[in-house]
Each structure stands twice: as C-alpha cells, then as structure tokens.
C-alpha cells in the first residue's frame, strides 16, 4: 500500500520541517480507514525530503508488513 502525503520543500528537495508517523498514521485513518497507533510505525528518523520511503509498520511480534510513504511537494 501507498501512503500519499503533501509538504512544503525548499531547494533540493528539503522538507520545511518533516513527515512523522503520526502524520502517517492520521492519513491511514482518513483516507484509508484503517486504523494503526503511531507506535506500530516503525520510523526510525521523521522523513525530510520528497520522494518514496519504505516505512516498517509492526502489526503482530511476529509479523511485519512494509508501507511506502510518497512525499509531494503542494
């Protein structure tokens, strides 16, 4: 699954600020319906430049599942 997500970014790509995952999570809620807690997202640095990222989400000890996280620029 893909996460889309909207930042304002300077030169080269830079975010002005970042993306965290509880940004990632409330778009899971709204978009997707799907309900994750933000401690689940398995994001070891907030993401700070546009483009794809793969975001490790715990679903079960055992189980892990990869999310893609697409950042654009508004």
Partial sequence: ???ELTA???DGGRLFGSV???HIAD???K???IKIDKRKIELDDP????GYTNVPVKLHPDVTA???VHVKEV
């Fill in 8 to 10: 304002k970014s300077g």
């Fill in 47 to 50: 993401i700070r430049n546009l």
């Fill in 1 to 3: 699954m893909t996460v």
């Fill in 31 to 33: 978009n997707h319906n």
């Fill in 20 to 22: 965290t995952s509880k």
């Fill in 27 to 29: 778009d899971l809620k």
């Fill in 66 to 68: 990869t999310l893609r």
